[in-house]
């Protein structure tokens, strides 16, 4: 990939980021009424609601409350919480790996199964295809939730494999870490390796019937070099654009998963800030996945053309 | 063949997950969100148990919760042991004044001290105070000497006042509770409290959160909202939004009763969660919602149960149209089927009820039945309408916490006030719009838990009673209320203290004023086997204080 298009990409994504940024920073103006009164809590006094009005920074014109939070925000300081006064990146500091380590565990098991069995169907068309069809269908219709509650029933109610609630850093226990998030990365990742299979079968098929597949055969090409060196290269491209956009529905997914098993992480975090208002964790939230999610998407956009050449080239 | 064969096997892979996933859940299975998180109480509003015993001066005597609630000790206990508390909500705060809800109290106990404490019967015993007197124009404690608070600041008379000081000028929910007290002295080991007005359940007041003591030089403290300094049995170790974790602190003067050697109260909201906490024995002790009792059983779980001083409650807004006719309220007060929603919604664990108070409890009134001004009779409440000259009914908002418990109660009052013409916009709102809305009278009705003697029966009567109430943006005003409070605060006995209740209870009744009860749940706490030592509190005041774990 030529610089010049790693530039535009990047700024793309800035830009993005950016648009972000200013809705995030002035969202406590999209609340319905009085943002400082929402803010001040109940029984504020007119006073108190002032007070918090200047503490706030409301009385200010909105670009300077936008520079003022933006570059804090850049500082990494988000503020405090406005129901618990605790700094907000704190707060982020103390859920963000267990959100992280389930997201990844998750998108691990969806490559995993994903890629195989959609590879595998892919390849070998008739009962296996529709075996992989009719699971990959299951997959996507299954909620998240819902199987985390029979992973729960089965493998830690019923059999103790596992245990129900908490995370363990991995920085203290690596095998409690990986013995926690195997359920919720399952529960989760379980529908994302439904549609990867499907896309990767699609892929596949699509592939395989290339006139240079066919060529590549009748050379006598082994299946095995085949499939790595042809197959398996061409069939990425789609695979990975789904991965790219599942990761958003990974960080939406895993606030459900994470109330299913009590864990502290990102996602409850954001369930309590919006229940209770909590503005500047709300903010600092968004703001987060909003940039994660859009890093992994220029990722996957700078992926293409590593895969494939002729990508690169069209670019 | 083949293709039968698979059918075959899909079929039943179908029907085995069925199966499996009706074991779980119980119509609750997605609330994210405990009912106790979007408590509506503000400390208006609570629920006590106590006989009153604000008359009485107790004298010098053990602790009332420093030993197992049940009075055996196993010889088994295992004082090494952690103990881990799950509830539904999370604490915002560990700083007193700055606690946002009454149900936090079982955070907050284990740091701290009060001057009195409140059995789980509701008994007021002696803790800080070994002593105390009560007058008409003062409310004086004697201090126990020698404790210190765990930064090994003296616990003495001049902290107390500190503390009260700190409260009384806080400008937070609790200030209103201590309006009563025009100043506070502090001489020798005593501190006294004088008084503008009667003020005979100030002591419930003291005994809750709001008379928890902290160490004065931890007031100016940055972290004081995460790592308090109070004088109680344990120390917190960590503050995180998944729950707090305790350390028994080995300088309290009771430490021999402090029989583990730390403590979680763990905060998941999830209910499914919470109870299959508990089966795995990854949880020890905690709450239970009442449509859980078949699972928890199932599960080899101990389930107690208890009526305490709450009631589930349509709360009328008087200051608008057809609201503000006493027979409109008498005819949804008759238009609601009680059984029904006991029966429908909870099992037959929703007592049907018309007045705030459990049988047994102060300010319980024998003749208040549901049969009496209650009675499901949609023809009576139809005419009731007529003769208010709404015959063809009207329409009316209804707000509701969105939380299952609560818009399963929301589509019911829908559905039977229908039947009387009464059309109800449901509108049911998240946790914090919910509190909003209600404070600032956006709706009509609305409906909600409410505990009725935290920190005393006269916060729940004035909050929304009175027309200054923190629960009463429509500004109604029970006939006498002032002087039903008056003769509530300056009674002399507990008995006559439950008469000024009863007086309350009855004109409210006969006003048909604007909190229709509906039913009084049971509280539900479950436990493994190797947990003892608790009894649910009749007034709410949840303490792991007398919670053991044995070994084996």
């Known amino acids: ?315 | 063949m083949r293709k039968r064969r698979l059918w075959a096997i899909f079929a039943a892979l179908v029907i085995f997950a069925a199966a499996c996933g009706s074991s779980e859940g119980d119509g609750e299975a997605t609330e994210s969100a405990g009912s106790e998180a979007t408590e509506t109480d503000d400390g208006a509003g609570a629920d006590e148990s106590s006989p009153d015993d604000s008359d009485e001066s107790a004298s010098t005597g053990s602790e009332g919760d420093s030993a197992p609630a049940d009075g055996s000790m196993p010889d088994n206990i295992d004082r090494e042991a952690t103990l881990i508390w799950a509830t539904s909500f999370v604490a915002n705060s560990l700083d007193v004044p700055s606690v946002s809800t009454d149900f936090a109290f079982t955070h907050v106990d284990p740091i701290y001290d009060t001057l009195v404490r409140r059995t789980p019967s509701g008994e007021l015993v002696p803790s800080v105070a070994e002593s105390w007197e009560v007058t008409p124009e003062a409310l004086t404690f004697t201090i126990v000497e020698g404790r210190t608070f765990h930064d090994d600041t003296p616990l003495d008379a001049e902290a107390v006042k500190a503390n009260l000081d700190r409260i009384i000028n806080c400008e937070c929910r609790f200030d209103v509770l201590l309006s009563a007290v025009s100043s506070v002295e502090a001489s020798g080991n005593q501190v006294t409290l004088n008084l503008s007005e009667p003020a005979g359940s100030l002591l419930q007041v003291l005994s809750d959160i709001p008379g928890m003591l902290a160490s004065p030089a931890s007031f100016g403290n940055e972290d004081i909202d995460t790592n308090p300094v109070g004088s109680g049995p344990f120390t917190v170790r960590e503050y995180t939004d998944a729950g707090i974790f305790y350390d028994r602190w080995d300088g309290y003067h009771d430490a021999e009763n402090t029989l583990v050697a730390a403590a979680e109260v763990r905060s998941i909201p999830d209910d499914n969660t919470r109870i299959s906490g508990f089966i795995s024995g990854e949880l020890d002790i905690g709450l239970a919602r009442l449509g859980q009792l078949g699972e928890a059983e199932a599960g080899g779980l101990n389930v107690l149960r208890r009526a305490q001083a709450q009631i589930y409650q349509l709360v009328v807004e008087t200051d608008r149209g057809p609201l503000a006719e006493p027979d409109v309220r008498r005819a949804i007060g008759h238009a609601l089927d009680r059984e029904a929603i006991n029966q429908g919604l909870y099992d037959g664990n929703c007592t049907p009820t018309v007045q705030p108070f459990p049988e047994g409890f102060p300010g319980y009134v024998a003749d208040a039945t549901v049969e009496k001004y209650g009675a499901y009779d949609v023809d009576l409440a139809r005419q009731l309408l007529a003769d208010a000259g709404y015959p063809d009914g009207f329409e009316i908002s209804m707000g509701a916490p969105a939380i299952t418990n609560y818009t399963n109660q929301l589509e019911i009052y829908q559905a039977q006030l229908a039947e009387i013409g009464i059309t109800v916009e449901a509108i049911p709102d998240e946790g914090r719009t919910f509190v909003d809305r209600l404070t600032a009278g956006e709706y009509d009705t609305w409906l909600g838990p409410n505990t009725t003697a935290r920190p005393s029966s006269t916060n729940f009567w004035r909050a929304y009673y009175h027309p200054d109430g923190a629960r009463n943006s429509g500004g109604y005003e029970l006939p006498g209320i002032d002087e039903l409070l008056v003769n509530l605060e300056s009674a002399p006995s507990s008995e006559d203290q439950a008469a000024a209740l009863e007086a309350l209870v009855v004109t409210s009744l006969d006003e048909a004023a604007r909190s229709i009860i509906v039913c009084a749940p049971q509280t539900v706490t479950v436990h493994n086997d190797n947990i003892g030592g608790y009894e649910i509190p009749l007034a709410g005041n949840t303490t792991l204080r007398t919670v053991y774990k044995t070994t084996g």
């Open chain 1, 1 to 315: 990939m030529s610089s010049r298009l790693l530039l535009r990409r990047v700024w793309g994504a800035v830009v993005v980021i950016f648009l972000a940024s200013i809705l995030v920073a002035l969202m406590v103006h999209l609340v319905p009424g009085d943002a400082a009164s929402a803010v001040a809590g109940d029984n504020a006094s007119v006073e108190q609601i002032e007070a918090t009005r200047e503490r706030l920074g409301l009385n200010d014109p909105i670009h300077v409350q936008y520079w003022n939070w933006a570059t804090d925000a850049i500082r990494g300081d988000f503020g405090h919480s406005l129901i618990t006064n605790r700094p907000v990146t704190t707060m982020i500091r103390q859920v963000l790996p267990a959100s992280l380590s389930i997201t990844l565990g998750a998108s691990v098991i969806a490559v995993f199964i994903g890629v195989n069995f959609g590879g595998i169907a892919g390849l070998r068309r008739g009962v296996t295809d529709r075996v992989a069809s009719v699971g990959s269908s299951l997959g996507i219709a299954m909620p998240s939730f819902w199987v985390g509650m029979l992973l729960v029933t089965f493998f830690a109610l019923q059999f103790n494999l596992f245990p129900v609630l908490d995370y363990t850093p991995l920085t203290e226990d690596p095998l409690g870490w990986l013995h926690h998030i195997t359920l919720p990365s399952i529960a989760l990742g379980l529908g994302m390796s439904a549609e990867v299979a499907r896309q990767t079968r699609g892929g596949v098929v699509d592939v395989m019937a290339q006139p240079y597949i066919r060529t590549a055969r009748a050379k006598g090409a082994p299946e095995g070099r085949l499939f790595f060196r042809h197959v398996a290269r061409n069939a990425a491209i789609p695979v990975i654009t789904v991965l790219g956009l599942q990761i958003g529905r990974l960080l939406g997914g895993v606030i459900i998963i994470e109330q299913v098993f009590a864990v502290n992480g990102l996602g409850t975090m954001a369930v309590r800030a919006v229940s209770d208002r909590d503005f500047p964790v709300i903010q600092a939230y968004v703001l987060l996945t909003t940039v994660i999610v859009v890093s992994i998407n220029l990722l996957v956009d700078l992926s293409y053309g590593w895969i494939n050449p002729r990508v690169r080239r069209q670019e």
